[in-house]
C-alpha cells in the first residue's frame, strides 16, 4: 500500500484496525510466553543498540507534544498487555505500535479539520512520519522477528 502511494488514511485503517490488532492479540502473546523469545531474533541487539544509542523515535515524540499542546487534545491512552514487558524484545515493535497508534489518532483528527492552521501545519510532517515508521518497522519484524519466529515456530 505504501509503495503504490495508497492514501494514508487507507493505510491507516488497514494497520491500525486489522494488522496490528492481529499481531497484538494473535501473534505477540503466543510468541510472549516462549522461552526462546529472550535470545531475540538475529538484529535485535542492532535495533536495541541504535534505540538505547540514538533514541530514534524521539523527534516522533518532539512533534507529538508540540501537537498536542497547539491542539489542546491528549494523547490516545495505551492498551493493557499483561504479556508485555520493558525487557521483552516485542517491546521494540510494540513501542512503534503505540507510537504509530498515536501519528494514527492524529492523522484522523487532522483529515477533518483541512482548513485548519493546524492541518497545515502537522498532517503533511505526521504523514511522513507514519509512513517512514511503518517501513522501519515492517523491516524489522520481516528481517528479525518473524525470521525468528519461523525458525523455532516450523
Ligand atoms: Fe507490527
Known sequence: MLDKGEDILKVIDFVETIHH???EQLLFPVIAKQVWLSQGGPLC???RGLQLEFDPLAPV????RLFYEQSGISAPSIGEYSWLSEQSPLSIPMEEHFIGHELSVALRFLSNKKNSALYA???EIFRKLYSDLLRVHISKEDNCLFVMCEAKMS
Open 61 to 64: 515524540r518532539r512533534y507529538l
Open 45 to 47: 541487539t542492532y535495533y
Open 121 to 123: 501545519e502537522f498532517f
Open 21 to 23: 490488532p492481529k499481531e
